[in-house]
């Protein structure tokens, strides 16, 4: 701030423009999952501070941010603070080196004064998210996902959303010179009751999420090796849906069809489902049953919409050998096909009662191998693109307990490795616990060769069969 220019601060609009800084500051509206992050009209008034006040004026504008009135840690505030300013006088200095003028704007200023201005915005922007990308990796909020890439996606949403508010302190500053103090609420006052349209918005679905969260978590409490197995299977299904490019409505419907996939299997019984010994046609026609009861428990519930396909029809097969209606191709519906390619993925990559979880290289190439007949290949291929691109975090289950898998590696305790031994592909699996109950059993790949699955069949489920 030493280094100036001090030129064109009026004192006056100085102090009305911090004040309503801060007031701004102290409204934020929550962004990304779990309200971590927050945005607020305030890089508006900042950005107006530029046009008015100058760089040194917006950057003391920019540090009024200490004193908003919310519930920080000392060292938050003073973060905030210098954050907010040095972002400030940095745009300050390029608006002046683009040609902009600082003080009340006249029509005589437009439209030269735009481009000036929208370099400002990009300083502002750039600077900031700079602050802020150091602040997350320092505090271990992003770390490389995938090949070597990073998770920038809650930063850049914040930044997008953050530079509509700042193009808006253009229009302050255009009017402030009619109008004065009264400038900043002409413009931000329908701001501010469309925040409070969205903030009940984002509070309705969380409600959603956290409903849909307690059935997941209780069909999970059947068995402990598919704890967060719909969560995963959720995460999965957006995945391949923004791979599609689906709008933000269709990916957050997949992510209820995949997060409530298996809430039919509450309707099975438990005996049914625990059971580790081979299952009986009565067994397995109760196991099939699923996706209809789960259909049939959610299908009042209004907000899912087409996730109800997605649940109902999760175990169709391409080449119709799936149930339980046996649709064929494109007759199933499309959030179904997104579905079972993700349960399957997860079912693969993750440990069981009777065999290690698969690498996610192997569960891929199973993927390819039984696209077409049982899946849909432009669902795998999106996929793995987004896998690819963004990792994919596999849970930390490292084996069950007592240390074997099945109850015939129960049986096989005395062997030296057991845990290492790979089945015959010809040779009976023995039954899983709980909800993988309908899968086929898949012995895990020995080290070095190609993964033994049940290809001969053109079945790939990550489970077992009957």
Known sequence: MLIGPYTGIDLQTLIVVALLFVVAESISTSVGSGGKAGMSPSSAVSLAAVVLVGPVGAALVGFASCFAVRRLAPVKRAFNGAQFALAAFAAGHVYLLCGGVVGELGREDFPAVVLPYVAAVLAHSAVNSLLVGVLFWTLGQVRPRGRGRFNWRPLVAVELSSMGYQMLGLAIAAVWGGVGIVAPLLVLLPLFIARWAFAQQVDEARAHEATLATLCQAVETKDYYTRGHCMRVAEGAAMIAREL?????????????????????????????????????????????????????VREIGFLDEALAGIRHHHERLDGRGYPMGLVGMEIPESARIISVADVFDCLTSTRSYRKAWSVEDAIVELRACAGTQFDPRMVEALVRAVEREGWET????????????????????????????????????????????????????????????????????????
């Open 245 to 297: 490019g689906m709008s933000a409505e269709r990916v957050q419907k997949i992510r209820y069809a995949g997060m409530l996939h298996d809430i039919g299997k509450l309707g099975v019984p438990t005996k049914v489902l625990q059971k580790t010994g081979k299952l009986t046609d009565e067994e397995y026609a109760a196991i099939k049953l699923h996706p209809t009861r789960g259909y049939e428990i």
């Open 395 to 466: 849970p930390d289950i490292a084996e069950p307990p007592g240390g074997c898998y099945g109850s015939a590696a129960a049986e096989a305790a005395s062997l030296e490795d057991e845990a290492a031994a790979v089945p015959d592909p010809g040779t009976e699996v023995s039954e899983p616990a709980a909800v993988s109950a309908e899968e086929r059993a898949v012995p895990a790949p020995a080290e070095g060769a190609a993964p033994t699955t049940a290809l001969s069949t053109g079945t790939a489920t990550g489970g077992r069969d009957r």
